[in-house]
């Protein structure tokens, strides 16, 4: 028997797969469906609001700093267009990247191992690995910015805190 998924683990899935409509239907894609980010997240879950308010606080986030997100992504993949990356790859990435810039209340070792296990279930058998690689990188340069004092290219303004507030455990995720 499998255990249940945790909850942070079934928004992460949710917003992962907004996040993939996004990319591949367009910015405009909720308007054309005639919904908002929350009603497309709750549509995937049985009537958990915290499972939906996650989903929609790595959606909206995601979005909001994609021009962001995308410019770090390609400074760690120097010789990698991201348009030639696995679309649920780079979904996965964008959305663990911005956990990393902009939720202080997501342990770095959390969004990246949820982020592997990503990859490896909607992805490629390698995904998990290249997941790691390159979110390791991304933690280790904002990491070193934070230390230095560089911020995270204006990132760090965006929401930092959902339901819980700063320094809720993740313990569900």
Known sequence: ???PIRRRTRAREIAMQVLFQFDVRGEAYAGELGKTVAAMCAEECEADNDVVTFAVRLVEGTLQQRAA????LQSVTRNWD???MAN?????LRMAIYELMCCADVPPKVAINEAIE???KFSTANSGGFVNGILDRVRIDLEQERRAGGGTDGAAKAPEAGPGGPGAADAAT
């Open 82 to 84: 991201l348009r030639r």
């Open 69 to 72: 997100i995308d410019q770090r």
């Open 88 to 92: 649920v790859d780079r979904n996965v």
């Open 118 to 120: 990503l990859g490896k």
């Open 1 to 3: 028997m499998t255990a």
